[in-house]
């Protein structure tokens, strides 16, 4: 099915409603019109039937009934439109009625004029009546005047058609006029599709011109310029994204080739292909941690993560995951302690997960023999949590803060110590399970201490 344009559908709203104008114009002008002719017709019959009426009062006797009849003759000679009758007991005093006639009564509308069919004629007369009272020999009598209505009728008629006509054309001219209107005010958003077209990947900073645009269609425009920018910003992500993978797993794939290949240059003892089988292990293991991370955040960034979430206290799991990182405590000589305590909706296994991370990384950049704390409090807004990881070690840039939780992202490769080498994503991670829960991450660092942590917000079923 094709549907119709803007412009055309504006045009034949402006038609339609040009029609409805019409329409309710034309029938106030029939009916003022109609309202006119029979006020028209309404003097004209009272001036003649008084005239004629005053004659008939006048009239006392046969003889002067006959000059009344006169006088009747000539005015309906000379105005053939305009008819008279009179009946009375008498037949003396009678003229063109030899019985009352049968006159259908008016409404206010008509002013009190009856009606008088005619035989074989479409349009009736128009009539007013009186009774005169008896005088001298002449009795009571009934005097009618009528009118045909004949030429009204055709007179409205005619009105009607011609009105009818012009609604019509005026009409179609209203679509005409209007279909133009509608192009020409629709040429701004022809020119922002024309625009559109040439947005191409090839050219992510191009945007949309705003300047010289109607109030509404520069609201349309900056809405998709910044969808644009969103997109842009997502596309430079996803590029930078790309490029670190491809980094990371460059470096264990090029340690693995290499030492096999070495190990194929010569034949080897069954003690050195193992050292070699081993080693080889290591960059797989570390290969299999950043596909797992990378598949996890793809599938939280999509929100295909179920999370089963209970009421529990933090305390307890941060005690948890502190006993399962003890070794790594022991090895470098911190101590864990928490402060506080809260309570919150959370799905133990991934805030645990959370948890390692921050309290890895703690250990990882703290200074050895240092105490790392875990502060729990409740947050600002009603069933919200926060936990916050503080460790002292070297002072992290106010420009690094605001990156530490991008995708593969470290600060410099010196902080990668104590032989240890991490791919990057493991706060990644952390903000990815703070989203989950509702929250959001937060950094701080200075004098040497820093502090790294995540808030955890009530479920929306339980604020509803």
Aim: proline fraction near 4%.
């Amino acid at each position: 099915m094709t549907w119709l344009s803007i412009a055309q559908r504006l045009a034949a709203m402006f038609a339609l409603a040009a029609l409805l104008v019409f329409a309710l114009v034309g029938v106030v002008l029939h009916q003022v019109l109609r309202d006119q002719i029979v006020r028209y017709q309404h003097a004209e019959l009272s001036t003649k039937l008084r005239s004629v009426a005053h004659s008939v009062a006048m009239c006392d006797s046969p003889e002067r009934w006959r000059k009344v009849q006169d006088k009747i003759e000539n005015l309906t000679t000379s105005e053939r439109n305009t008819r008279f009758w009179a009946w009375s007991e008498s037949a003396d005093f009678r003229i063109g009625a030899d019985r009352a006639l049968p006159v259908r009564t008016g409404n206010a509308r008509d002013y009190g004029m009856g009606t008088l069919d005619r035989p074989g004629m479409t349009s009736p007369y128009r009539t007013l009546e009186q009774i005169v009272p008896a005088h001298g020999q002449r009795p009571p009598v009934r005097l009618w005047i009528g009118i045909d209505s004949q030429p009204y009728v055709a007179a409205l008629r005619t009105f009607a058609l011609a009105f009818v006509a012009l609604a019509l054309v005026g009409t179609a001219l209203v679509a005409l006029l209007g279909h133009w209107i509608a192009r020409v005010g629709l040429r701004p958003l022809q020119r922002l599709s024309s625009q559109a077209r040439t947005l191409s990947p090839s050219n992510l900073s191009q945007r949309l011109r705003t300047e010289q645009l109607p109030p509404e269609l520069g609201h349309l425009s900056g809405a998709f310029n910044g969808a644009l920018d969103r997109l842009e910003a997502a596309y430079t992500r996803l590029d930078a994204f790309n490029a670190d993978v491809a980094h990371e797993l460059r470096t264990p794939l090029a340690n693995l080739m290499g030492q096999t290949q070495v190990a194929l240059s010569r034949p080897r003892e069954a003690a050195q292909l193992e050292e070699v089988l081993q080693s080889n292990l290591e960059e797989l293991e570390r290969m299999r941690g950043i596909v797992n991370d990378m598949l996890f955040l793809s599938r939280a960034d999509q929100g295909d993560i179920a999370l089963d979430r209970a009421c529990v206290p933090l305390a307890a799991e941060v005690a948890k995951t502190g006993e399962f990182l003890e070794y790594l405590l022991e090895e470098a000589g911190m101590r864990l302690r928490i402060d506080g305590a809260a309570d919150a909706w959370i799905d133990s296994a991934l805030f645990r997960r959370a948890m390692t991370n921050l309290l890895h990384n703690a250990v990882q950049h703290g200074t050895p023999g240092s105490e790392i704390v875990v502060e729990l409090a409740t947050g600002r807004s009603p069933g919200e949590a926060r936990v916050a990881v503080r460790n002292r070690g070297q002072t992290v840039a106010a420009e690094h803060l605001g990156r530490m939780f991008d995708r593969f992202y470290r600060a410099d490769a010196a902080r990668e110590h104590r032989g240890e080498r991490h791919h990057g994503l493991g706060l990644s991670i952390v903000k990815a399970i703070a989203v989950l829960h509702g929250g959001a991450v937060f950094a701080d660092s200075g004098d040497g201490v820093t502090t790294v942590g995540f808030s955890l917000a009530e479920p929306a079923a339980l604020r509803a």
